[in-house]
């Protein structure tokens, strides 16, 4: 008797997990890259606290929009929202569902150990770019919106043709050209500027010039996993995942 109840017992457990595996749900997610970080941290929490399994990309702002039309369905979608807006109005996604995650804010950095400059006002933000001469930051050509952003702003400054720019494939690059002594100074997210050892970051650019754009999450109009989608969002919404953001520069 006591054999059988143990030999009982032993196969209840993975017949009970095989069930919650079962019935969990496959969430797919399609999100900028700029927000990798946080979100993956927060996903991996999300599918250990609930068993849902996550698939994940985070490929260019563009390509999220194609494959859209391409015909992809992902359950949870996560912009800026400006792009956020335009696949809205489109009709791909759940207006309701939106909700903020994070804002991305453009910052300047220096290499570590050097002296700091004083970007505490618009003037003095339009000092520094001249003390420098050299300035890294991404690349307009690419589609880059803080590269288009920079570009315009040194051009509004009337500085255009008194510094060296230095556009860079991207935030990681422009962290680079900075590390190296190849750039002064370099202007990218702050998210980008962070993780990056032998950087100092010296603070956003100072308002009424700073550049902050909010990332958004929504539920996709296709998802075939609504309540579960919607879940996920709320979970990366909560106080403590605010603070995950927040570590992360956003």
């Given at each position: 008797m006591r054999h059988r109840l143990a030999f009982a017992l032993l196969t209840a457990v993975p017949l009970a997990f095989a069930a919650g595996a079962a019935g969990a749900a496959d969430i797919k997610v399609r999100s900028a890259s700029l927000v990798e970080g946080p979100l993956r941290h927060l996903m991996a929490d999300f599918s250990r606290e609930t068993g849902d399994n996550i698939e994940a990309s985070f490929p260019s702002i563009g390509a999220i929009q194609a494959k859209l039309k391409a015909g992809d369905e992902p359950?949870?979608?996560?912009?800026?929202?400006?792009?956020?807006?335009?696949?809205?109005?489109?009709?791909?996604?759940?207006?309701?569902?939106?909700?903020?995650?994070?804002?991305?804010?453009?910052?300047?950095?220096?290499?570590?150990?050097?002296?700091?400059?004083?970007?505490?006002?618009?003037?003095?933000?339009?000092?520094?770019?001249?003390?420098?001469?050299?300035?890294?930051?991404?690349?307009?050509?690419?589609?880059?919106?803080?590269?288009?952003?920079?570009?315009?702003?040194?051009?509004?400054?009337?500085?255009?043709?008194?510094?060296?720019?230095?556009?860079?494939?991207?935030?990681?690059?422009?962290?680079?050209?900075?590390?190296?002594?190849?750039?002064?100074?370099?202007?990218?997210?702050?998210s980008e500027l962070l993780p990056n050892r032998g950087l100092k970051v010296v603070g956003p650019i100072p308002q009424p010039m700073g550049l902050i754009v909010g990332y958004v999450a929504a539920v996709s109009i296709t998802s075939k996993e609504n309540e579960a989608a919607r879940a996920l969002i709320t979970y990366m919404t909560r106080p403590a995942a605010r603070e995950i953001f927040k570590q992360a520069g956003l």
């Open positions: 359950d949870v979608i996560v912009l800026p929202v400006a792009a956020m807006d335009e696949i809205d109005k489109a009709g791909w996604v759940v207006s309701a569902s939106r909700a903020e995650l994070g804002r991305a804010i453009a910052g300047v950095a220096v290499k570590a150990g050097v002296k700091e400059p004083d970007i505490s006002t618009p003037d003095n933000f339009k000092k520094a770019l001249l003390a420098a001469v050299t300035v890294a930051y991404t690349n307009p050509a690419g589609g880059s919106a803080t590269g288009t952003y920079v570009a315009g702003l040194i051009e509004k400054l009337g500085i255009a043709n008194e510094i060296k720019p230095m556009p860079q494939t991207g935030g990681g690059a422009v962290a680079a050209a900075v590390v190296k002594g190849e750039a002064e100074i370099g202007i990218t997210y702050i």
